[in-house]
């Protein structure tokens, strides 16, 4: 991959993904052998006029190593000096730049209730910095082939083989060539989000009815404020940005508390570092009350009784199959990626931004409004070639939406 190519691709995480400004401060997170990756995009943060950028380094290894030697009240100690990095930002607010690029089984073997316990104890001391910081900051996930995950997606291919197809399709996601200037790209991109949601909203659904022949057969109820929203956001500070580079759907917060039925996974879900396989989940009075998995059913568990959230819905996701990553037919075992082919739906906490009129009201008035919380927000596939979903209005109109995997409207 030409090194003027990737380059373009690291401006463009800074320019558009986070949008970096004049002044701000950043934190970007990345696994430790992406460094040379990492640099291109602290230059160009610089060039932007960050003031402060700093790097999180991590690594699936030395994770492994922790969770299998460690007990679980050290590894849920939040250290002072971690929580002192967690309260400045939520007072500094800098922009956010997440680096994908880990092994989808990097963390396989590690029993999922250590992890989920873990995760647990520390959210009880995370979550007031994270609320602090919610939609006030920019913030953004882009992704760079790692070895491991590059033969997990080519396993035919040589390292080296594979690591550069991987380039090339992750590339072709986020519309970036040899000749093309991607910044240009992303203000049609982000325009064409617009007009989707725009007429989606015009519509004021209150529930959505989706069945595919695999078994899907659910409905999903909305709030009487819930907004479609896709492409670009603006914080609380009027600053635009893209949250994930790449994307193609248009998505909503549900009313928590009310979905019924039963929904099938059509792709593999890697969740903590593990993958969950052949899955599907049944709701009754919004709650998950039952799953089954091929692979990874404990797991899948944990993650649904991860809180008093995390067993119910907080996003719904419309894809359709005929749309340029899916139509990559590539398995990314990536969430970043795979959710981009395929509609999907998210157990555990809902967007506030996708609630009109959520900027002047409290956490507590969301939640009463119908507003999921939950430690996890966690996507899962269930788009089909066949599915089709019917949206039901709160003036008594039916109207066709998806019909074969596919928008109608």
Not at 172 to 187: A, K, R
Request: net charge neutral.
């Amino acid at each position: 991959m030409k090194k003027s190519t990737i380059k373009k691709y690291a401006r463009l995480i800074v320019r558009v993904g986070a949008n970096v400004q004049k002044g701000q401060s950043v934190v970007i997170s990345c696994a430790v052998d992406q460094s040379d990756f990492c640099a291109l995009v602290v230059e160009e943060c610089y060039k932007a006029g960050a003031k402060y950028v700093a790097v999180n380094w991590s690594s699936d290894k030395v994770e492994r190593l922790q969770y299998r030697n460690e007990s679980i009240r050290s590894l849920s100690t939040v250290l002072k000096w971690q929580e002192e990095k967690l309260k400045w930002a939520s007072e500094e607010l800098p922009c956010r730049i997440h680096i994908v690029s880990e092994d989808p089984d990097g963390l396989k073997g590690v029993n999922p209730t250590k992890m989920q316990k873990v995760a647990v104890n520390r959210y009880k001391v995370t979550k007031p910095y994270s609320d602090a910081m919610e939609s006030k900051h920019q913030w953004t996930i882009a992704a760079v082939p790692g070895e491991a995950w590059a033969k997990k997606v080519f396993p035919e291919l040589r390292k080296s083989q594979a690591i550069e197809k991987l380039w090339q399709a992750i590339l072709e996601t986020v519309y970036v060539t040899d000749d093309n200037d991607p910044v240009e790209v992303w203000e049609k991109v982000n325009s064409d989000f617009k007009k989707r949601c725009k007429k989606l909203n015009e519509y004021r659904f209150e529930y959505l009815d989706y069945k595919s022949s695999n078994g899907t057969d659910f409905r999903c109820w909305l709030m009487p404020r819930s907004l479609w929203c896709g492409g670009g956001e603006t914080d609380l500070n009027g600053h635009y940005f893209n949250p994930n580079m790449p994307t193609i759907e248009v998505f909503t917060t549900p009313m928590k508390g009310k979905a019924e039925g039963k929904v099938v996974s059509t792709k593999p879900l890697s969740y903590r570092g593990q993958l969950i396989e052949d899955f599907s989940i049944t709701f009754k009075n919004g709650k998950a009350v039952s799953c089954e998995a091929k692979k990874g059913q404990q797991l899948l568990e944990e993650m649904i009784n991860s809180d008093s959230g995390s067993c119910m819905i907080g996003e719904l996701a419309l894809v359709p199959q005929n749309s340029p990553i899916s139509n990559q037919n590539i398995l990314y075992y990536e969430t970043l990626f795979d959710e981009n082919a395929s509609c999907h739906i998210a157990l555990g906490r809902g967007y506030r931004e996708c609630v009109e009129g959520y900027s002047e009201m409290t956490g507590d008035e969301l939640s009463e409004l119908g507003v999921n919380d939950s430690m996890i927000h966690v996507d899962f596939m269930i788009g089909a070639p066949d599915l089709s979903i019917i949206g039901h209005t709160f003036d008594g109109r039916d109207i066709e939406v998806f019909r074969n995997g596919n928008f109608v409207i």
